[in-house]
Protein backbone atom coordinates (compact mmCIF):
# COMPACT_ATOMS: atom_id res chain seq x y z
CA UNK A 1 0.00 0.00 0.00
CA UNK A 2 1.62 3.40 -0.50
CA UNK A 3 0.08 6.21 1.27
CA UNK A 4 1.94 8.66 -0.59
CA UNK A 5 2.53 10.47 2.79
CA UNK A 6 6.00 11.63 2.85
CA UNK A 7 8.28 11.05 6.51
CA UNK A 8 8.62 14.76 6.82
CA UNK A 9 4.75 15.41 7.34
CA UNK A 10 4.85 12.97 9.94
CA UNK A 11 7.40 14.35 11.62
CA UNK A 12 6.02 18.09 11.45
CA UNK A 13 2.67 16.30 12.98
CA UNK A 14 4.70 15.11 16.06
CA UNK A 15 6.22 18.37 16.43
CA UNK A 16 2.87 20.07 16.37
CA UNK A 17 1.50 17.55 19.12
CA UNK A 18 4.28 18.11 21.15
CA UNK A 19 4.46 22.10 20.97
CA UNK A 20 0.34 21.76 21.94
CA UNK A 21 1.37 19.60 24.90
CA UNK A 22 4.40 21.98 25.67
CA UNK A 23 1.39 25.00 25.62
CA UNK A 24 -0.66 23.26 28.01
CA UNK A 25 2.43 22.48 30.40
CA UNK A 26 2.87 26.11 30.36
CA UNK A 27 -0.06 27.93 30.21
CA UNK A 28 -2.30 25.48 32.94
CA UNK A 29 -2.39 25.35 36.72
CA UNK A 30 -4.77 22.19 36.95
CA UNK A 31 -2.23 19.44 38.09
CA UNK A 32 -4.18 16.95 35.99
CA UNK A 33 -4.30 18.55 32.83
CA UNK A 34 -0.73 19.15 32.91
CA UNK A 35 -0.37 15.40 33.37
CA UNK A 36 -2.28 15.44 30.55
CA UNK A 37 0.14 17.64 28.70
CA UNK A 38 2.29 15.62 29.42
CA UNK A 39 0.49 11.91 28.10
CA UNK A 40 0.40 14.17 24.74
CA UNK A 41 4.05 14.99 24.41
CA UNK A 42 4.76 11.71 25.08
CA UNK A 43 2.55 10.24 22.32
CA UNK A 44 4.35 12.59 19.94
CA UNK A 45 7.72 11.13 20.52
CA UNK A 46 5.94 7.74 20.05
CA UNK A 47 4.78 8.60 17.13
CA UNK A 48 8.06 9.87 15.29
CA UNK A 49 9.71 6.58 16.51
CA UNK A 50 6.89 4.55 14.62
CA UNK A 51 7.25 6.89 11.79
CA UNK A 52 10.92 6.83 11.60
CA UNK A 53 10.95 2.75 11.67
CA UNK A 54 8.50 2.87 8.85
CA UNK A 55 10.62 4.10 6.32
CA UNK A 56 14.25 4.42 7.92
CA UNK A 57 14.79 0.91 9.32
CA UNK A 58 14.78 -1.76 7.03
CA UNK A 59 14.21 -4.45 9.55
CA UNK A 60 11.95 -2.27 11.50
CA UNK A 61 12.05 -3.35 15.11
CA UNK A 62 14.19 -0.91 16.76
CA UNK A 63 11.47 1.79 16.58
CA UNK A 64 8.83 -0.29 17.77
CA UNK A 65 11.06 -1.63 20.74
CA UNK A 66 11.66 1.56 21.63
CA UNK A 67 8.13 2.44 21.45
CA UNK A 68 6.89 -0.04 23.77
CA UNK A 69 9.76 0.60 26.11
CA UNK A 70 8.43 4.20 26.25
CA UNK A 71 4.63 2.97 26.68
CA UNK A 72 5.68 0.97 29.55
CA UNK A 73 7.08 4.46 30.75
CA UNK A 74 3.59 6.26 30.19
CA UNK A 75 1.28 4.14 32.12
CA UNK A 76 4.32 4.18 34.92
CA UNK A 77 4.42 7.97 34.49
CA UNK A 78 0.71 8.51 34.32
CA UNK A 79 -0.15 6.09 37.36
CA UNK A 80 2.75 7.75 39.59
CA UNK A 81 1.63 10.94 38.67
CA UNK A 82 -2.56 10.87 39.58
CA UNK A 83 -1.29 8.74 42.65
CA UNK A 84 0.56 11.65 43.60
CA UNK A 85 -2.71 14.19 42.10
CA UNK A 86 -4.79 12.01 44.33
CA UNK A 87 -2.54 12.34 47.49
CA UNK A 88 -1.99 16.31 47.49
CA UNK A 89 -5.85 16.56 46.88
CA UNK A 90 -6.39 14.07 50.52
CA UNK A 91 -3.66 16.43 52.28
CA UNK A 92 -3.89 20.16 50.79
CA UNK A 93 -7.87 19.82 49.33
CA UNK A 94 -6.88 21.47 45.92
CA UNK A 95 -5.17 20.24 42.72
CA UNK A 96 -3.84 24.08 41.91
CA UNK A 97 -0.19 23.99 41.35
CA UNK A 98 0.04 27.63 42.91
CA UNK A 99 -1.75 26.48 46.05
CA UNK A 100 0.47 23.81 46.53
CA UNK A 101 3.29 24.15 48.99
CA UNK A 102 3.69 21.38 50.87
CA UNK A 103 7.59 22.58 50.91
CA UNK A 104 7.09 25.95 51.43
CA UNK A 105 9.37 26.84 47.83
CA UNK B 1 -2.89 13.52 -4.64
CA UNK B 2 -2.76 10.17 -2.81
CA UNK B 3 -6.10 9.46 -1.18
CA UNK B 4 -3.63 8.59 2.02
CA UNK B 5 -2.55 12.06 2.09
CA UNK B 6 -6.54 13.29 2.14
CA UNK B 7 -6.97 10.97 4.82
CA UNK B 8 -3.45 11.95 6.94
CA UNK B 9 -4.50 15.23 5.99
CA UNK B 10 -8.34 14.88 7.68
CA UNK B 11 -7.13 12.73 10.81
CA UNK B 12 -4.00 15.17 11.29
CA UNK B 13 -6.36 17.82 11.66
CA UNK B 14 -8.91 16.02 13.82
CA UNK B 15 -5.68 15.23 16.06
CA UNK B 16 -4.46 19.16 16.29
CA UNK B 17 -7.71 20.25 17.15
CA UNK B 18 -8.80 17.63 19.57
CA UNK B 19 -5.49 18.52 21.48
CA UNK B 20 -5.92 22.10 21.56
CA UNK B 21 -9.49 21.32 23.26
CA UNK B 22 -7.29 19.32 25.57
CA UNK B 23 -4.89 21.92 27.00
CA UNK B 24 -7.50 24.72 26.28
CA UNK B 25 -10.81 23.13 27.51
CA UNK B 26 -12.61 25.28 30.75
CA UNK B 27 -13.85 21.83 31.77
CA UNK B 28 -11.55 19.49 33.16
CA UNK B 29 -13.24 16.44 32.19
CA UNK B 30 -14.51 18.02 28.41
CA UNK B 31 -10.59 17.94 28.71
CA UNK B 32 -10.30 14.30 29.13
CA UNK B 33 -12.66 13.65 26.60
CA UNK B 34 -10.86 15.47 23.91
CA UNK B 35 -8.09 13.92 25.13
CA UNK B 36 -9.39 10.60 23.73
CA UNK B 37 -10.33 11.44 20.61
CA UNK B 38 -6.12 13.06 20.21
CA UNK B 39 -5.45 9.29 21.44
CA UNK B 40 -7.64 7.60 18.62
CA UNK B 41 -6.36 9.85 16.10
CA UNK B 42 -2.81 8.96 16.71
CA UNK B 43 -4.08 4.94 16.54
CA UNK B 44 -5.55 5.95 12.97
CA UNK B 45 -1.89 7.42 12.16
CA UNK B 46 -0.22 4.33 13.01
CA UNK B 47 -2.77 2.27 10.79
CA UNK B 48 -1.89 4.71 7.88
CA UNK B 49 2.23 4.01 8.81
CA UNK B 50 1.05 0.06 8.20
CA UNK B 51 1.94 -0.45 12.09
CA UNK B 52 -1.38 -2.46 13.30
CA UNK B 53 0.48 -3.64 16.66
CA UNK B 54 0.97 -0.15 17.77
CA UNK B 55 -2.61 1.22 16.76
CA UNK B 56 -3.83 -1.65 18.91
CA UNK B 57 -1.41 -0.76 22.33
CA UNK B 58 -2.18 2.75 21.15
CA UNK B 59 -6.17 2.12 22.10
CA UNK B 60 -5.49 -0.37 24.66
CA UNK B 61 -2.90 1.46 26.57
CA UNK B 62 -3.51 5.01 25.95
CA UNK B 63 -7.40 4.76 25.80
CA UNK B 64 -7.73 1.86 27.71
CA UNK B 65 -5.21 2.71 30.84
CA UNK B 66 -4.44 6.15 30.84
CA UNK B 67 -6.99 8.11 29.71
CA UNK B 68 -9.60 6.27 31.75
CA UNK B 69 -7.01 6.44 35.25
CA UNK B 70 -7.10 10.27 34.06
CA UNK B 71 -11.24 10.37 34.25
CA UNK B 72 -11.13 8.40 37.48
CA UNK B 73 -8.72 10.47 38.91
CA UNK B 74 -10.71 13.73 38.01
CA UNK B 75 -14.18 12.39 39.60
CA UNK B 76 -12.13 11.50 42.65
CA UNK B 77 -10.52 15.46 43.31
CA UNK B 78 -14.11 16.92 42.14
CA UNK B 79 -12.15 18.29 38.65
CA UNK B 80 -9.79 20.30 40.92
CA UNK B 81 -12.20 22.89 42.68
CA UNK B 82 -11.53 25.63 40.14
CA UNK B 83 -13.97 24.64 36.70
CA UNK B 84 -14.08 28.39 35.43
CA UNK B 85 -10.45 29.34 35.96
CA UNK B 86 -8.02 27.00 35.60
CA UNK B 87 -5.66 28.57 33.41
CA UNK B 88 -2.92 30.76 34.47
CA UNK B 89 -2.28 34.57 33.56
CA UNK B 90 0.72 33.48 31.33
CA UNK B 91 -0.83 32.02 28.03
CA UNK B 92 0.16 34.56 25.40
CA UNK B 93 3.97 33.82 26.68
CA UNK B 94 3.60 30.19 26.23
CA UNK B 95 1.66 29.91 23.36
CA UNK B 96 4.50 32.23 21.83
CA UNK B 97 7.48 29.56 23.84
CA UNK B 98 5.32 26.48 22.06
CA UNK B 99 4.79 28.35 18.53
CA UNK B 100 8.46 29.19 17.90
CA UNK B 101 9.64 25.88 19.36
CA UNK B 102 7.26 24.49 16.44
CA UNK B 103 8.58 26.94 13.86
CA UNK B 104 12.47 25.90 14.34
CA UNK B 105 11.14 22.32 14.56
CA UNK B 106 9.41 22.62 11.40
CA UNK B 107 12.11 24.43 9.51
CA UNK B 108 14.47 21.47 10.48
CA UNK B 109 12.70 19.18 9.41
CA UNK B 110 12.06 20.49 6.36
CA UNK B 111 15.13 21.18 5.81
CA UNK B 112 16.68 17.71 6.30
CA UNK B 113 15.57 16.32 3.26
CA UNK B 114 14.16 12.75 4.60
CA UNK B 115 12.56 10.31 2.12
CA UNK B 116 9.39 10.72 0.96
CA UNK B 117 8.56 7.07 0.23
CA UNK B 118 9.44 4.25 2.66
CA UNK B 119 12.47 1.74 1.02
CA UNK B 120 10.66 -1.36 1.21
CA UNK B 121 7.24 -3.35 2.05
CA UNK B 122 6.05 -4.20 5.41
CA UNK B 123 7.58 -7.63 6.37
CA UNK B 124 4.85 -10.37 6.64
CA UNK B 125 6.49 -11.52 9.73
CA UNK B 126 7.29 -7.88 11.50
CA UNK B 127 5.71 -8.98 14.79
CA UNK B 128 7.17 -12.14 15.44
CA UNK B 129 10.16 -10.79 14.76
CA UNK B 130 9.66 -7.91 17.66
CA UNK B 131 8.51 -10.26 19.83
CA UNK B 132 11.58 -12.61 19.41
CA UNK B 133 13.63 -9.38 19.31
CA UNK B 134 12.44 -8.48 22.99
CA UNK B 135 13.03 -11.55 24.72
CA UNK B 136 16.50 -12.20 23.05
CA UNK B 137 19.86 -11.67 25.48
CA UNK B 138 21.06 -9.97 22.28
CA UNK B 139 18.48 -7.72 21.26
CA UNK B 140 16.23 -5.57 23.74
CA UNK B 141 15.99 -8.29 26.68
CA UNK B 142 17.89 -6.44 29.39
CA UNK B 143 15.25 -2.39 28.48
CA UNK B 144 12.28 -4.96 28.71
CA UNK B 145 13.42 -6.87 32.01
CA UNK B 146 14.20 -3.51 33.48
CA UNK B 147 11.22 -2.02 32.41
CA UNK B 148 8.67 -4.28 33.75
CA UNK B 149 10.46 -4.30 37.26
CA UNK B 150 10.18 0.27 36.91
CA UNK B 151 6.55 -0.60 36.41
CA UNK B 152 6.21 -2.85 39.38
CA UNK B 153 7.53 -0.75 41.70
CA UNK B 154 5.88 2.25 40.25
CA UNK B 155 2.52 0.39 40.81
CA UNK B 156 3.64 -0.65 44.10
CA UNK B 157 4.29 3.32 44.99
CA UNK B 158 1.38 4.30 43.53
CA UNK B 159 -0.84 2.27 45.81
CA UNK B 160 1.46 3.29 48.70
CA UNK B 161 0.78 7.33 47.49
CA UNK B 162 -2.95 6.52 46.93
CA UNK B 163 -3.42 4.57 50.29
CA UNK B 164 -6.87 5.45 52.86
CA UNK B 165 -4.66 7.45 55.89
Not at chain 2, 46 to 52: G, K, Q, V
Not at chain 2, 83 to 112: E, K, R
Not at chain 2, 137 to 156: K, N, R, T
Amino acid sequence: MITGVPLSWYLILGAALFCVGVYGLLANRNLIIIMMSIELMLNAVVLNLVAFARFMEPARITGKAFAIIVYATAAAEAALGLALTIAIWRTEDTVTIEEIDLLQG
Amino acid sequence: MFAGQVVFLIIACLMLGAAVRVVTSRRIFHAALWLIGSFFCVAVIYMLLESPFMAGIQLFIYIGGIAVLTVIAIMVTKGGMHPDSHTLGNGWSAAIVSISLFIVMAWTITQLGFPNEPGMPVAEEGLALLGAALVDPGGYLVPFEVVSVMLMVVLIGSLYLGRER
